[in-house]
């Protein structure tokens, strides 16, 4: 035999008994409706179809031991019976019944001798691990050939449901971002000149009416959750290109202008990579209408850094969503060779790849969400022809973008796309 023995006890037979951490889990996951089980072994017993009745064994020995755990957390709906097998349990015959049926629940019991029998030595419910809630999506604003409010809710598999109809006052260029974990707001546009209204969006992804502008009123800028539940928005066009930010709070309040860091140009995207709460914002038209690749990062206090050199296409009205976690896409756009679709990935770090060839139909002004908690989408748009199309790609865990899939809802140009929770 090799391996550590650690704290084992003698039972009276002379042989040695297995600890908690000695114990032999190396059972299939019990999902049948009864199940004799061994001392010494640990079981993983899934009552998510059925009720489980668990038979110890008939002739145990002093320090025999055995674990049981709520596998799918289902003890709650279907629970755990001990047949004690002709031993006490806890001091009581084996006549009386036994139950466990607490969600999360595991059991470790140990027998003490013929008068108690089976004794708990351990009987906790262990907790659920924090959720994000379901993943959603949401698009809404823009411009068809005047300005509009509709939105479009998007899935959590990615499927984009008919126009809801508009709430907020009808507007293009606008920015989308999450804040607080689960909801999202939409800041600023175009009206007939630029403004700083914005709209919260609840976690059942609906939008609230205007809110009074906090912020200098922009367009062609871009919005990014930073911190976990924070967001900012920042660059784009307040009278002339800046690279100002805001901060938005975890809930949802509009912070005051910030002095920009960076090359001020519009036209940005931005999103969140990581696990700290970092950010970036990339890409963009700077001054005399020179197209950039310049990007930007964001701390997890919301602090914008100074320039880095970019990669990949030089471009405007970008798009950009996390998708796998903790990475980011940013696709389409436009530059003086016209429309395009190429993408470019952003790892973990915040290092952006080079660029990825088209897939989908090349435009500009398109929106892009995360969904499902892992993958994401582009959405809308304006081709190479000026027209406002409605087509959807869909962008897997692992960064690769779909072909087109014809859109549902009014086509567009120049919305916001946020994702919020359930």
């Known amino acids: 035999m090799s391996g550590i023995i650690v704290n084992n006890v003698a039972r009276a037979s002379g042989t040695i008994a297995a600890t908690p951490g000695g114990l032999d889990w190396s059972a299939d996951v019990v999902t049948a409706s009864t199940v004799t089980v061994e001392a010494g072994r640990g079981y993983f017993i899934n009552t998510t179809s059925n009720a489980c009745t668990v038979t110890l064994p008939a002739s145990p020995e002093v320090g025999d031991q055995i674990v049981l755990a709520d596998y799918a957390r289902t003890w709650s709906t279907n629970a755990v019976t001990i047949d004690s097998n002709g031993n006490n349990f806890q001091g009581q015959a084996d006549t009386y019944t036994v139950n466990y049926d607490t969600v999360g629940q595991s059991l470790n019991i140990v027998y003490a001798d013929s008068t108690k029998g089976w004794l708990p030595v351990s009987d906790d419910a262990v907790a659920d691990v924090p959720s994000r809630g379901t993943l959603r999506g949401i698009f809404a604003f823009g411009y068809t050939s005047s300005n509009t409010g509709v939105s479009n809710l998007l899935s959590t598999s990615g499927v984009i449901a008919s126009d809801v109809s508009a709430v907020g006052t009808a507007r293009e260029q606008v920015a989308g971002m999450s804040y607080g974990g689960d909801k999202g707001i939409f800041v600023g546009g175009y009206i007939s000149g630029t403004t700083g209204i914005s709209n919260l969006v609840n976690t059942s992804g609906v939008i609230a009416s205007d809110v009074s502008a906090v912020a200098s009123a922009i367009r062609s800028f871009s919005g990014v959750t930073y ?183 009014t086509a567009r140009v120049y919305g916001g796309g946020l994702s919020y929770s359930t």
């Open 227 to 409: 911190g976990g539940d924070k967001a900012v928005f920042g660059f784009g066009l307040a009278g002339s290109r800046t690279s100002r930010t805001n901060l938005v709070n975890s809930s949802g309040v509009v912070g005051s202008d910030v002095t920009g860091v960076g090359t001020a140009r519009n036209g940005t995207a931005a999103a969140p990579y990581g696990s700290g709460g970092t950010a970036a914002f990339a890409y963009g038209s700077g001054a005399s209408t020179a197209n950039l690749s310049t990007k930007n990062l964001v701390n997890s206090s919301g602090v914008v850094a100074s320039d880095t050199t970019g990669v990949g296409l030089a471009r405007q009205d970008v798009s950009a969503a996390s998708y796998g976690f903790d990475k980011a896409i940013f696709g389409f756009g436009q530059n003086g060779d016209g429309k395009h679709g190429v993408t470019n990935l952003m790892n973990s770090s915040g290092v952006i790849a080079s660029d990825v060839s088209a897939v989908g139909t090349a435009r500009l002004g398109a929106m892009a969400s995360t969904y499902g908690g892992d993958k994401a989408a582009f959405a809308y748009g304006q081709n190479a022809s000026n027209t406002k199309v409605s087509l959807k790609n869909l962008v897997n865990n692992v960064g690769t973008v779909a072909s087109d899939v014809t859109g549902v809802g």
